[in-house]
Each structure stands twice: as structure tokens, then as C-alpha cells.
């Protein structure tokens, strides 16, 4: 019996059989092999199938995180060579210092340290010390110190000392 091929449209004999099954199921028919494979392809563009394959790449690492660490531990185990390593290290060392002297480097160590220290010092109240921190930060230090009647304190220890030692000297004789 003639029917159209659902790929190129050319008719072609096919039995009574494969068209009612076609029809049950919803499928379409075909001249050849070739046709039925053509239709089947996707036409994407490059972009298109990169984005597919980073999506697949990323749900496959996603769920086979175990099986991926222990072959990237097997490679690493079967490929490091210490000497060499330590070449390519030096090799580099002059880059990693210019890095470090990078005021973009500097602002980031900063604020790095002042998390680490509050982490170990204040434990789980680190962000609330922080915070103070910064509020405190906000007030003139110097204002402040005048209120609290800490500006030249050193200096008025002096004198007072001074004076002390002089009464204590006057009484004395």
C-alpha cells in the first residue's frame, strides 16, 4: 500500500500492518533508513548543543561527585611528579609575589584576617563583633576620647606623678 515518507514526502509501498501500527502509536513512517535517521537528528546550533552538553556535564558531576573524586585522586596519584612541581612552583614564585603587593590582594587579606581572628576569637559571635566594629568606627575617635577624658592621659600621669614625688619631697623635709 502507498504512503508519504513523514521525512522527504516521497511515497513509498509500505504494508497494511506497519501503517495501522504507525497509526495506533502516533509514529510516522519513512522511505528508508536514511529518511527515518535524518528525521531524527536535531538541528542545533553550536551554541545550543554546548549549552545542552554543560547542562548534562553539570547534573553528571552533581550526581557522581564520589566516583569523580576518586579518579581525579587516581590521576593525580599516577601523574604528580614532586621535582617538577616544585620547578613549575619556582618558575612562578615572581608573579605570586608581584600578586601579593596588588592593593586589590592587600584589601582582600585584610578583610580576610579580621574574619579569621573574630572567628577564632569570638567564636559564633564573630559577625556581631564585626559589626561593632564598624558602628564604632562610625564616631570620632577623638571626640570620644575627650568625653571619656582619655586625651593626654599619658601626659597627665606624668604630672601627676611629677607632683607627687614633689609633695612627697616637700613633706619629707
Known amino acids: 500500500m502507498k504512503h508519504s515518507c513523514g521525512y522527504c514526502g516521497k511515497e513509498c509501498d509500505k ?44 547534573k553528571y558531576r552533581e550526581n557522581n561527585k564520589d566516583l569523580l573524586k576518586v579518579k581525579k585522586h587516581e590521576y593525580f596519584v599516577k601523574t604528580y611528579d614532586p621535582i617538577k612541581a616544585a620547578v613549575d612552583r619556582k618558575k612562578r614564585y615572581h608573579r605570586h609575589l608581584e600578586y601579593l603587593r596588588t ?26 563583633f564585626l559589626l561593632i566594629k564598624k558602628i564604632e568606627g562610625l564616631y570620632d575617635q577623638e571626640e570620644i576620647r575627650q568625653i571619656n577624658n582619655l586625651h593626654n592621659k599619658s601626659q597627665k600621669r606624668k604630672r601627676q606623678w611629677r607632683q607627687l614625688k614633689r609633695l612627697s619631697y616637700l613633706r619629707a623635709h
Do not use: F, H, T, V
Open 15 to 58: 504494508d497494511q500492518s506497519q501503517i495501522n501500527r504507525a497509526l495506533r502509536k502516533g509514529l510516522k513512517l519513512y522511505c528508508n533508513l536514511q529518511c527515518a535517521g535524518k528525521s531524527r537528528r536535531k538541528n542545533l546550533s553550536a551554541e545550543q548543543k554546548k549549552e545542552i552538553k554543560r547542562q548534562y556535564d553539570e
Open 103 to 128: 592593593p586589590e590582594y592587600r584589601a582582600w587579606k585584610a578583610a580576610y584576617d579580621e574574619k579569621y581572628r573574630a572567628r577564632k576569637i569570638y567564636g559564633e559571635y564573630w559577625e556581631s
